[in-house]
DNA sequence: CTCCTTAATGAAAATGGTTTCCATTATTAA
DNA sequence: TTAATAATGGAAACCATTTTCATTAAGGAG
């Protein structure tokens, strides 16, 4: 049985490595968990998964892996509106997969959606660009969101 | 003097009453302070700009009346990412002045804009149309903020 | 491999915006 | 005026997240 390799499941070693930050099992697990689950999982979420694998990985370390790992770029935090931040991982291995978000404020369900994303995509850039110059701002990142009620939340009356 | 003026400091007591709420000083003092300020005030800040006038007015009830205006549509509720909600009225007597937000996240500064309105808009209204089509949804409300620094914030290093 | 520096950690406590409780007050229809 | 009940304020509860602090463990130097 070979070792070393280095496919997948290390394929953010280097990031972290190269800024200086130790990799631990706890950080590991957390990674691990994120990029085989689907979704848009809060820190709870997480915990709640890790947990029997790792039953020595507390919440707090939730928090401030995802901490990390946001301001590093490797998962997008997110807010749904129903007071507690989700996370998503920004791209696997196999690259990144940008997306948008419909959110339903009857149940919750979120939504991923890239259908429209070239045109919304075009418009944004034109628009940073035109905000960047007009108001002299460095815009890095942005958020759209659509919120209503699914097919099944619409139903009921 | 004339008893009975109805333009603009009692343009929402209509509102209000076709949907069975009592009109009470609280509600009136909340809704005045926000007609008569700019931008985007935290539950906390228009506490404090009713409280000298209205000293029996308490945080409570700026969060309740908040909800209810909001559920009625005559404010908005934002998020800026600053862990406090902030709301501003949706439209004035003079009506809607439909814009987007540019937040800096240096110094949480927040910039109304409405350049790029029409076009945002247009697309908008495709991606919903479409987006309520494939997915079955009824979409009636979104969010796009765009976030960077502003130029003081991106001197700084 | 061992040592050593110090980043990282977990448990518990603190924080802070928002909500809930409940006894009291005030609005409104009759 | 009166009665029904919506609205209120203050205190306590809530709850996601952050902070504190003593302990642990990564990983570079030797
Ligand atoms: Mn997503
Ligand atoms: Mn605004
Ligand atoms: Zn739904
Ligand atoms: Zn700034």
């Given at each position: 049985m070979p070792r070393g390799n280095c496919q997948g499941q290390g394929w953010w070693h280097g990031k972290f490595r190269g800024c200086g930050y130790r990799l631990t099992t706890g950080r590991e697990a957390i990674l691990d968990i994120l990029s085989r689950s689907e979704g848009h999982l809060s820190a709870e979420d997480i915990y709640i998964k890790v947990h029997?694998?790792?039953?020595?990985?507390?919440l707090t370390t939730i928090y401030r892996t995802l901490d990390v790992l946001s301001n590093l770029g490797i998962v997008y935090k997110l807010d749904f509106g129903d007071g507690r931040a989700r996370y998503e991982l920004a791209e696997g291995p196999k690259g990144a997969h940008h997306h948008h978000h419909l959110v339903c404020t009857g149940c919750n369900r979120v939504i991923d959606y890239a259908d429209f994303i070239d045109e919304e995509v075009e418009l944004l850039q034109q628009t940073e660009k035109g905000l960047g110059k007009k108001y002299n701002f460095r815009i890095n990142n942005h958020v759209i969101q659509f919120y209503g009620l699914c097919d099944k939340c619409n139903g009921k009356k």
């Open positions: 029997p694998r790792y039953p020595n990985v507390g």
